[in-house]
């Protein structure tokens, strides 16, 4: 138990004790995000607020990880490709956020760089995983794994791609995605432990650690966003994870809320595009409910009751 807690534990304290100072440092460098003039009115007040705090909670848990690990022998290449689609995926964010902070705009990288070096680190995982002779299948949730062979890399691909955005596109809320994140990482945590994938339960938990203080900061009213940096990262963080488990599809369900948040935007689009008509208020999904007259708060709570619910299920079913 200790080769997991220790590190979430170190990971929560350097969030803690530093991100204030990161805080201040965006502040006093008058270096903040971007409100979307199309998004509800009410968040035009957010603007200014710092961002980039996926920078701290990052750092926390590779140094937590890196530090710790070794002394219980966790030190194994599931870890470090874990860590490695972390950092990446964070530097993509970090990238599309620092255009974002000194150009004075929104939109920051262009939508082929940010997929071009999403997929470059999907595919490094993949010769990781492959190297490590990990099964090349997707598991069913009834039935026999379905065997893609070398298929499974475009699979990996798309997982990973797919779940780095679709987090992206649910960070719209104070601490919605912090809050979503911490329930699907434990989830996948507790399911790692079961199956004594130690390296991959202490990743998760470290994970947890350092969004349970970044948490502290980021709920409303928000103190500083993740960025980019950090829900890029942290989606396609999960994604490894759920391949690393052999339990893919369960993020479906463990990941609902980035699912709907993503489908949200798909359906609005195409429906628009072929009626001229919208189905939602505004997407992703969060926003339809703030124009519904939801604040904040209860968009918040009812979307992590749903997590916390899917992933009780989807432990409870993978673990019985």
């Known amino acids: 138990m200790l080769s997991w807690m ?30 979307r003039e199309e998004g509800p009115t009410w968040h035009e007040k957010k603007s200014g607020t710092p961002t980039m705090g996926g920078l701290m909670f990052i ?3 590779v140094i937590a990880d890196l530090l710790i690990s070794p002394f219980f022998h966790l030190f194994d290449p599931s870890l470090l490709i874990l860590l490695f689609i972390l950092v990446l995926y964070g530097l993509v964010g970090m990238w599309d956020d620092s255009i974002k902070i000194f150009q004075r705009q929104n ?9 071009s070096a999403q997929i470059v680190g999907a595919l490094i995982f993949a010769a990781v995983y492959i ?9 069913l949730p009834f039935g026999p794994d379905f065997n893609l062979g070398y298929l499974y890399i475009i699979f990996i691909v798309f997982w990973l791609v797919g779940f780095s955005n679709a987090v992206n596109l ?16 434990s989830a996948f945590g507790i399911i790692a432990l079961a199956q004594h994938q130690a390296s991959v339960a202490t990743f998760c938990f470290t994970v947890v650690g350092g969004l349970l203080a970044f948490f502290i900061f980021n709920h409303k009213p928000a103190k500083i966003f993740m960025g980019d940096m950090g829900s890029l990262a942290l989606g396609g963080a999960i994604a490894a994870v759920s391949i690393l488990v052999h339990h893919e599809l369960l993020l479906l369900l463990i990941g609902i809320i980035y699912v709907g948040e993503t489908a949200s935007v798909m359906l609005q689009v195409a429906s628009f595009k072929l009626t001229g008509k ?3 208020k505004m997407t992703p999904i969060h926003h339809h409910f703030e124009l519904m007259g939801w604040s904040e708060w ?17 432990v409870f079913t993978t673990i019985k």
């Open 59 to 61: 750092s926390a848990i």
């Open 131 to 139: 190297h490590e002779g990990f099964p090349m299948a997707i598991k």
């Open 298 to 314: 209860k968009v918040d709570g009812v979307f992590w009751l749903i997590t916390l619910i899917a992933a009780a299920i989807g």
């Open 107 to 115: 939109e920051g990288l262009k939508a082929w760089q940010k997929f």
């Open 6 to 35: 220790l590190p979430a534990i170190v990971s929560f304290l350097i969030t803690l004790v530093f991100m204030p100072m990161l805080i201040r440092y965006f502040r006093n460098k008058k270096e903040g995000q971007m409100i």
């Open 278 to 280: 919208r189905i939602f």
């Open 170 to 185: 649910t960070d719209g809320l104070d601490g919605l995605v912090a809050g979503t994140s911490t329930i699907v990482f």
